[in-house]
């Protein structure tokens, strides 16, 4: 059997949102045990080794835009969960700890148990409710 991965279906402005290869697999092969999983992971790691010097560039010079955000007076509402398995809580935390050293007003909300992005779905009194005072506050 082979496999064939394509990533012409990839422009420029998706290169970031692949990086982090553990939270993507898991999203598409949620068993640990599942081959294909580790073989996205695999894939995507190598993808970004190869193009380090180009496409990672550009991925790298958005991350570092993304966590110094320059848009220091606007306030930022963050909705995420600790069983998210594409955008670790971890990872989310860092940034928001990051923006507040910065003096961005952050607030942020979050889930232990909601998958990626179904905050909305999953617990939507809590959603919206937060979304609504974030607004009123900003507005």
Known sequence: MHVIINFNFLTKQHYFHIY???GLAAHFFPS???PLRFLVKF???I???ITASTNGVEWKASSNTF???YLKHAPSLWFYSKADPVSRFE???TVINKWKHLG???TAIRWDDTP???HGRKDPDRYFGELDTFLTKVL
């Open 104 to 106: 961005i007003d952050v």
């Open 116 to 118: 990626h992005i179904q």
């Open 47 to 49: 993808f970004m080794k």
């Open 67 to 69: 966590h110094n955000n």
């Open 20 to 22: 982090y290869s553990e």
């Open 91 to 93: 990872d989310c935390e």
């Open 32 to 34: 640990e045990q599942n």
């Open 43 to 45: 894939t995507i790691e």
